[in-house]
Structure formats: C-alpha cells, structure tokens
C-alpha cells in the first residue's frame, strides 16, 4: 500500500527544475509532501485534499490528479536549500509514505 | 514554543535490553504516531494513536508497544532490544490525518 515515488534520486544544478512523482495502486484521498535534510527531522511542505486541488509555496508547487491516483511535486529554478529527500505520504487504512526522491542541488 | 519533543536523541543498548522512548507535544494535538528509519529507506508507521487512551498498530508493530495515557505524551517501548530494532525512531503529532504531521528530532537507537 505504500506509495511509489519516482524518480529515486535527481541531480540538478542551481536553476535547474525537477518534477517528483508519487503513485499508488489504491485510491488516493489525499497527499501530503514532506522534505527532509540529511540528519534532520521530515518538515512538511503542503497537504492537497481534492483531485484536482493545486497548491504552491514559492518555487515548490504540487498537483493531485485523484483520477490518475497520483500526485506531482514542482520545484521551480532549484536553489540549493532544495536538496534533501522528499517524500509522499497518504492515508489508507492507516498513513504510509513513499520510499523518497533524494534531490541533490549543485552550483 | 517546543512543537514535539523526544527523549532521550541518542541511546546504545544490548540486545535483550528494556528501554522506552518518550515523544511529548504542546499543541494539544489528538493524533500522535511513531516511526522508524532506517539508513537510505523511508519512514514506517511503527503504531499511532487517534487520541488519549486509545492506540493502534501501523505498518511495522512487531516488538513494540506503546502507551497513550495523556494526551500530550505518547511513549515507546521495547520490551526486548533486537539488533533489527536499530534504527532513527521519530515521533509526530498531528490535529487529524488531513492536517500536517509536526516531527520531533528523533532518537537514534543502536542495539548492540
């Protein structure tokens, strides 16, 4: 039941834009992006509850297609604060993220 | 303002050892989960609870337990450490399952 994430790993440089996948084979209801930083804590990026529902903060945006069970991450002319590991996360009968999209930010 | 907070952030035990992790929050939040990393993977739901007095098992409940006596503190117990247990254990709490969850620091587990 665990989401998939696609890609697993993204080299960017400074600028560069990258879009990170999340699909699942059950019903998405909803979709939460969280990132993580080597050796710190997962920090929350954005919920999207609707099919449909779009949201963005700054340069990261993200999509839902509930249709398609997926959901999409944008991150925009990348700036190194980017880098970490991000995940997608959903709840079926109980909450599961996906294994994570390690994004590497290069000058 | 503290958000979660876990005790201890670093602990070595040997294998058959007791010990438990505490996970306290003070945003009145009603769910609270526990989940472990380990190097490389994502986070597994270890158990989680939708409120005080009440538990449940996530994805990975095998040799844990947990008890969710107040509201603002949910603990982790190990009742017999296996080196498979090594791990970053991380504690969140959350209003319900459509708000975002808030991380705590996480404790890093090693069971010799």
């Known amino acids: 039941q665990q989401p998939v994430q696609s890609p697993q790993a993204v080299i960017l440089r400074e600028g560069e834009d990258a879009v990170i996948n999340c699909s699942s084979s059950?019903?998405?209801?909803?979709v939460h992006w969280y990132r993580q930083k080597h050796g710190e804590a997962p920090v929350f990026l954005m919920i999207l509850l609707k099919g449909g529902e779009q949201k963005g903060h700054e340069k990261i945006s993200a999509s839902f297609n509930e249709k398609k069970q997926q959901s999409s991450l944008y991150l925009t002319a990348s700036q190194l604060s980017y880098s970490g590991t991000y995940f997608c996360?959903?709840?079926?009968?109980?909450?599961?993220f996906g294994s994570g999209t390690k994004l590497n930010v290069k000058p | 303002n503290a958000g979660v907070t876990q005790t201890p952030k670093f602990r070595v035990l040997k294998t058959g050892q007791s010990m438990t992790l505490l996970c306290a929050q003070d945003?009145?939040?009603?769910?609270m989960y526990w989940y472990r990393q380990d190097p490389g993977m994502g986070l597994r739901l270890i158990h989680y609870?939708?409120?005080?007095?009440?538990?449940a098992k996530g994805e990975v409940p095998d040799g844990y337990n947990v008890s969710r006596l107040k509201k603002q503190n949910f603990l982790l117990g190990l009742e017999s450490a296996a080196p498979s247990q090594t791990s970053v254990y991380f504690c969140?709490?959350?209003?319900?399952?459509?708000?975002?969850?808030?991380f705590g620091d996480g404790t890093r587990l090693s069971i010799l």
């Open positions: 969140a709490s959350s209003q319900n399952s459509n708000q975002p969850q808030h």
């Open positions: 996360g959903s709840l079926f009968n109980k909450f599961y």
């Open positions: 945003m009145n939040h009603e769910y």
């Open positions: 059950k019903a998405l209801y909803s």
């Open positions: 609870s939708v409120g005080e007095g009440t538990t």
